[in-house]
């Protein structure tokens, strides 16, 4: 069964440093989509950034990029320069391909990031 | 655009109660979805919707119905709410095209006494 695994509960960085939020998934699929939202203490979902299966470049945007290694099943989270605004939870997430032609999304438990002055 | 907005923002039930969160979206999406949040359980889905007119169990249904009313609104009924129904419940939707990302509402917090 497809499953997401974020084995960090919490994690603490340093204000400008960079930090790694670790994600493992597990899928038979040949073609599947990665993403990562962030949920601040206010309560939305925001999404972040997407990684595809057949994409041979790990994806950025911005201060975010996903470290995708595919043969490990991988797709950790990397935040250049942590700003004190980074602090929320961060939720990796699958796309899997359904039956009906749409796709369901599964999540894994999150990582709550503090970013220290 | 709104993108994907959800009513209420908060509700408070007494066990047995009955109520619907509403849900629309303006991003002339097909797939639409409702999640239920626990703390320390990520999210869970719920109910999801493929498109208008159809509408699947997802891993959690019990003590839920849904409604795709049309392309835009996806509504989530509890019939007799239940304390094990206390959390905060987001619909999401999706584009079938391009990276099929899932954008979110902002959110419903229900509490059931």
């Known amino acids: 069964a497809q499953k997401i695994t974020q084995t960090q509960p919490g994690m603490f960085v340093q204000e400008k440093e960079a930090v790694t939020l670790d994600c493992t998934y597990d899928t038979s699929d040949q073609s599947y989509g990665l993403f990562w939202y962030k949920q601040p203490s206010s309560g939305e979902m925001i999404f972040l950034i997407y990684?595809?299966?057949?994409?041979?470049q790990n994806a950025t945007e911005g201060r975010y990029s996903l470290n995708f290694q595919k043969a490990r099943k991988s797709a950790n989270l990397v935040i250049s320069a942590s700003q004190l605004g980074d602090s929320a939870m961060y939720f990796c997430?699958?796309?899997?391909?359904?039956?009906?032609?749409?796709?369901?999304?599964?999540f894994g438990t999150g990582t709550r990031l503090k970013v220290l002055a | 655009n709104a993108g994907v907005t959800q009513t209420p923002k908060f509700q408070v039930l007494k066990t047995g109660q009955s109520m619907t969160l509403q849900c629309a979206q303006d991003m002339n999406h097909n797939s639409m979805y409702w999640y239920r949040q626990d703390p320390g359980m990520g999210l869970r889905l719920i109910y999801y919707s493929a498109s208008e007119g159809t509408t699947d169990k997802g891993e959690v249904p019990n003590g839920y119905n849904v409604s795709r009313l049309n392309k835009r609104e996806f509504s989530l009924r509890l019939e007799s709410a239940a304390p094990s129904q206390t959390s905060v419940y987001f619909c999401?939707?999706?584009?079938?095209?391009?990276?099929?990302?899932?954008?979110f509402g902002p959110g419903t917090r229900l509490t059931v006494l």
């Open positions: 997430a699958m796309r899997e391909g359904l039956t009906s032609g749409t796709y369901k999304y599964i």
């Open positions: 999401a939707s999706s584009e079938h095209t391009g990276t099929d990302t899932q954008y």
């Open positions: 990684q595809g299966s057949y994409d041979e």
